[in-house]
């Protein structure tokens, strides 16, 4: 069990549009440095630009571009330590090439286009990261969400055993830092067991087990318990207009390929439709098999 990772920068991926004031960064990138600001560490902008050299047409809009973002959340957030990287490449290279150093990698992502961006960069990073340190990915929708700042933290439950390490370190040290209650959701599909009462007592019981010892080392982060009557990716995306956050992480009986070198379908529905930020763990067990 840890606290939030101290040190390690931030990196967001800057599409170079403007928000809804002049050269105001879009909300992926604004709610990139609350959380740089909130872990108290530097924020690395990124901007991936093809064709030209440094000095030709692309390079120079790139640079630009992240000079107006940077003056955007200097004039915002005096006290965040913010650096810009142009960088010639694919957004998935340039983006999975920071985030070896990275505590944390943002994505903007959308149901159509920065959806499948969004998608791919997270492979990318998977595969870049297989020997190294996991990184945790956060897809955070184009638009901002109207939740309320105290919203719950919900985490996606596929194992019966209950999260892994790896996504109930996460959660609670984030629950912690934002002072928020953390909703731990297993769904029960439509092809359920007949006697649903007791499959539901008996998971129930194995997920308050899991969480346990966890609520007693962080007393002040308020945890429940929830079996829900649903198909994952449909619930995860409802509680998604209600959530802070939705997490989802490593583990087995997810649905099928459900990593995130090869998201299965509840990843692909939650990662396109959700309405709050989706963060995506990884085992680092796992990548270095991968």
Same mark, same amino acid.
């Given at each position: ?6 040190? *390690?920068? @931030?990196?967001?991926? /800057? ?9 105001? $960064?879009? %909300? ?28 030709? +047409? ?25 650096? !810009? %990287? ?5 957004? /998935? ?7 070896? =150093?990275? +505590? ?12 499948? /961006? ?49 996504? !109930? =370190? %996460?959660? %609670?040290?984030?629950?912690? *830092? &934002? &002072? ?13 067991? !007949? ?6 007592? &008996? ?15 962080? $007393? ?31 583990? &087995?009986?997810?649905? *099928? ?22 963060? @995506? ?10």
């Amino acid at each position: 069990m840890h606290d939030l990772p101290t040190g *390690a920068p @931030l990196v967001v991926g /800057v599409s170079g549009r403007s928000g809804a004031r002049a050269q105001e $960064p879009e %909300f992926p990138v604004r709610w990139a440095a609350q959380e740089a600001l909130l872990r108290g560490v530097p924020l690395w902008l990124a901007h991936a630009y093809l064709g030209g050299s440094n000095r030709t +047409g692309p390079a120079q809009k790139a640079v630009r571009g992240l000079e107006r973002t940077a003056a955007w959340l200097a004039a915002d957030h005096p006290e965040l330590e913010v650096a !810009m %990287f142009a960088r010639c490449g694919t957004a /998935v290279a340039v983006l999975g090439d920071l985030a070896l =150093d990275a +505590g944390l990698t943002v994505v903007g992502h959308g149901r159509h286009t920065q959806g499948r /961006v969004a998608e791919a960069v997270l492979g990318s990073v998977t595969a870049g990261l297989a020997h190294t340190a996991s990184s945790p990915v956060v897809a955070v929708p184009a638009h901002a969400s109207y939740t309320a700042v105290d919203a719950p933290l919900v985490v996606g439950v596929n194992d019966l055993g209950g999260p892994s390490s790896v996504t !109930m =370190d %996460f959660a %609670f040290s984030e629950a912690q *830092a &934002r &002072r928020v209650p953390l909703r731990f959701v297993h769904c029960l599909p439509s092809h359920a067991p !007949m006697d649903l009462a007791r499959t539901v007592e &008996r998971q129930d019981a194995e997920m308050r087990a899991a969480v346990t010892p966890y609520q007693e080392a962080y $007393p002040s982060v308020p945890a429940s318990v929830e079996v829900v009557d649903g198909e994952p990716g449909e619930v995860l995306v409802k509680e998604s207009v209600t959530a802070g956050m939705v997490l989802l992480g490593p583990g &087995r009986g997810w649905t *099928a390929g459900w990593r995130l070198s090869r998201l299965g379908p509840v990843g692909h529905e939650v990662l396109n439709q959700a309405a709050c930020p989706v963060v @995506l763990l990884r085992d680092v067990a796992e990548a270095g098999r991968a």
